[in-house]
């Protein structure tokens, strides 16, 4: 049994590291090039031959130019970068994936030594794959969160600056020196892009796809709209950071309200999983019969159709939106 879980393991991992090698050698991004893309952003390079028209264009470019093969294959199912954009992740998507992989290979590899039966030990070794990429949903959600939380604050300081008579792009600039990150930072990113010569329409329809917020939406759709068709800005800016500050209310009430729900969703959850584990521990000939008769698979396969219909459905009854 473990001589033929070692040869597995040994080809997942040859093939692994021949897809990262392949997609290291098909970059299209050379050493150079951002070496001299960086020397015209500090000055040492040669401005006379459109140094930063040429970094404005770059900058105005689509990500998805300049990506390797591994990026254009993964993207077909996963816009990984705009997930690390949203979680603020500095990593390639080549690291990324390599991460998981090596930590996949290395669970799998690990069911072989500690007495773990070979049937599941590739479902193990996909799950301990899948860590990194809930590490980053989770790290993403909490930073929307966060975000979210400091929207009101940030259109009322923007409010505030334009009754005090500056312009919107200081009001953005104010933001960014004055409040934490992240809208202090998505702010300031905002700010020096319209500097770098970006429209400002282009940089704030930009922030709402880096940050999916409904309210920034509106908050986003105000500014065009004033920017085309005049109006006081400051008063909407009041009104709709008075309208998050009354969803938030709401939103803790409904939070309240159904937290018994909640609760007990993540008990029935997890209990069958919990029960399945601690028989196995007891007694593993007593659950073989799930893999190893016909009906057994069925009845595991049902099961499992079954605890995923029932997540869907706590998750529907519990999940009110605001």
Known sequence: MLPSILILGAVFVGVTLLVVAIAALMRDKSISQMEGRLNTLTGKGDRSEGGLAELTQILAKERGQGKGALETIVSRWFNLPRLFAQADVH???TTFVAISGIL???A????????????????????????PLGYLMFKRKKRLAKFAAQLPEGLELVARALRAGHSLSAGFRLVATEMSAPIGQEFGRVFE?????????????????????LDLRFFATAVILQRQTGGDLAEILDKIGTLVRERFKIFGQVQALTGEGRLSGIVLLALPPLLFVAVYRMNPDYLMLLFTDELGKKMLIGGILLQLLGALVIRKIVNIRV
């Open 193 to 213: 892009e319209q500097n770098l010569g970006i429209p400002f329409e282009e940089a704030l329809d930009a922030l709402t796809e880096r940050v999916p917020n």
């Open 104 to 106: 996949g290979f290395v």
């Open 108 to 131: 799998f590899l690990a069911c072989g030594f500690v007495g773990v039966h070979y049937a599941f030990a590739p479902a193990i070794g996909v799950c301990f794959a899948m860590l």
């Open 91 to 93: 990593m390639s998507v």
